[in-house]
């Protein structure tokens, strides 16, 4: 019988972990040294990656008119919350992990094109707000078909085609990368 090797990933989205490590993403790959999680004992899992999109705003005011914003977005990978198994471990099922936090980078490049379009009114914050949901909701929902359609990296035709089409995004979004 064929053993199913199943990747779980958690996503954080719009929290910070101020108590936890964090590792913002860049165009260094992630290693299993960054996987400092204890393993779930009762999960059928071999890794789980936690990633997500942390946002914060600030406004300023003229009286109690906003006449300004600025934004923070950044694409998380928590080290502590992340783990694997090291005896079923290997390098296919790392590029499956790094491919879910390079996903949480993607949307976070969407967020930051999608605020840089808002024009300062007196309803940004609503409007930033709202995008934010969207953002998380877009970014788990990709998350899901990935894990879905890859089957947890077992698929390795559709493994290739998601890295294949999320470098592509990326590119599209070059000018939004966190730096």
Known sequence: MKNLLIILTLFFLGSTFNEDESVTWSEAKLTWVDFKGAPDSESDAVAL??????????????????VDFSTTVEAHFYPNKSWYLKDKANAHI???????FDITELYARQFRAQIKKLKVNQNVKAQMNRLHATINEAVNDT???????????MNREMQKEWGITIQKELSKFEDYKSL
């Open 94 to 100: 790392l590029a499956h992990e790094q491919l879910h």
């Open 49 to 66: 990656t936690a990633s997500g999109i942390t946002f914060g705003y600030s406004v300023k005011t003229s009286g109690e008119r906003i």
């Open 143 to 153: 998350q899901r078909r990935y894990d879905e359609e890859t089957d947890h990296s």
